[in-house]
């Protein structure tokens, strides 16, 4: 029931050859990054379901074992296809290529891809990849747009790899959207602006709530430029910051999964993660049978304290069974187990009386 991140797999041989798909103009791609929680699929959706005319392709990156992220895009499967097994930045690079191609390949139809990389991924070996020659007939990468949790951004604080973590992500990007404006005050939004502003220059931040960004900013712009890569490596030359890969990223970070047939209460559910949740547990989110609402499968997204649970479809031919993933540093596995075995159905019963369900 639980692992840690996975461990690097051993790539196959590299490519010589370009990769050319013939009579085709390399596809632009835009890349999606952002901290655990920050909205990266939220936008993915928002992109899906807009008005741009472009038929578009996805890649989706998840952490942990169980790619929850694949349950929770609107309804693009045929175009969509996931990355599981390790982190899209480092160990499965290669799996990104030959993923790209199959995408590419699957379908004539494709003209634009979006690749939503995990909230732990370290955009330099994506940009690298990007970058390579061997590829660039295949792809072209349009623009880079980073997601950041303005409530969330300083959760952890004092995690020097963390906050590293989060700049890298920042530093690399062309855009950044700064999210959940909905949920700080106009102070709080002054603070994360300056903490960027200090560490990185000259960026371009888009306030938003629920990724409400207009489409013609977020795709086919052309902004992505080499020459930003790599002032961002003289910048962080200058000021030694330097991760010197992503394995010290990876490091700080345990994955978490559980699964079971039983149904939750959702309040308590709710409660206990309001109440209990560690702090270190960064993200959590999943798909939840539960005894409020048997028919049909529940979204649980927990981002810090913070719970949404959605309705999604009906269970139909599936067997109900919940499956929850969560991410964060140093937490003791069994105890998590522990709380949220104490939100199921029949252990709540056993406390209190049943209680309605709270879709808020
Ligand atoms: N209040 C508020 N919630 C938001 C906003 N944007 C996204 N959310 C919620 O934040 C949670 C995380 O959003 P996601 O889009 O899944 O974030 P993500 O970056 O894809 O997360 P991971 O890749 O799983 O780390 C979900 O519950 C969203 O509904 C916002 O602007 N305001």
């Given at each position: 029931m639980t692992e840690h991140l996975a461990p690097p797999i051993l790539a196959p041989a590299p490519r010589t050859e370009p990769l050319v798909i013939p009579g085709r103009d390399p596809v632009p791609v835009t890349l999606l990054t952002g901290f655990l929680g920050a909205g990266k699929t939220t936008l993915l959706n928002r992109i899906l379901n807009g008005q741009h005319g472009l038929r578009v392709g996805v890649l989706v990156n998840d952490f942990g074992?169980?790619?929850i992220d694949a349950e929770l895009i609107d309804g693009i499967e045929e175009n969509t296809i996931n990355l599981t097994n390790?982190?899209?930045?480092?160990?499965i690079r290669d799996d990104l290529v030959n993923s790209l191609e199959q995408l590419l390949t699957r379908?004539?139809?494709?003209d634009y891809v979006i690749l939503e990389a995990s909230g732990?991924?370290?955009p330099e070996g994506i940009v690298m990849t990007f970058l390579d020659q061997r590829y660039e007939k295949l792809l072209r990468l349009d623009s880079i747009t980073c997601l950041v949790d303005a409530e969330g951004i300083?959760?952890?604080?004092?995690?020097e790899a963390l906050n590293m973590l989060k700049l890298r992500q920042i530093g690399f990007?062309?855009?950044?959207?700064?999210?959940?404006?909905?949920?700080?005050g106009a102070e709080h939004l002054e603070v994360v602006k300056e903490w960027i502003n200090h560490h990185l220059h000259r960026i371009r931040i888009i306030d938003a709530t629920r990724c409400d960004v207009p489409l013609e900013v977020l795709?086919?712009?052309?902004?992505?430029?080499?020459a930003h890569v790599v002032a961002q490596y003289k910048r962080e030359g200058e000021n030694q910051e330097?991760?010197?890969?992503h394995g010290t990223v990876g490091n700080i970070f345990n994955t978490w999964s559980y699964e079971t047939d039983r149904p939750f209460s959702l309040e308590a559910l709710r409660e206990m993660v309001r109440r209990?949740?560690?702090?270190?547990?960064y993200r959590c989110k999943g798909v939840v049978f539960a005894a409020?609402?048997?028919d049909k499968r529940i979204a649980l997204q927990i981002v810090g304290r913070r719970t949404e649970i959605a309705e999604l479809d009906a269970w139909g031919d599936r067997t109900p069974r919940t499956q929850i993933v969560a991410i964060g540093s140093s937490f003791d596995r069994q105890e998590l187990t522990n709380k949220f075995d104490a939100s199921l159905a029949h252990a709540e019963a056993q406390m209190h009386p049943s209680s309605g369900i709270d879709y808020s």
């Open positions: 074992a169980i790619n390790g982190c899209v930045c480092c160990e379908t004539e139809t494709i732990v991924a370290d300083f959760a952890d604080g004092d995690n990007a062309d855009l950044v959207v700064l999210n959940k404006v909905d949920l700080i795709l086919a712009v052309g902004r992505f430029d080499p330097h991760l010197h890969g209990e949740l560690p702090a270190s547990i409020d609402s048997p």
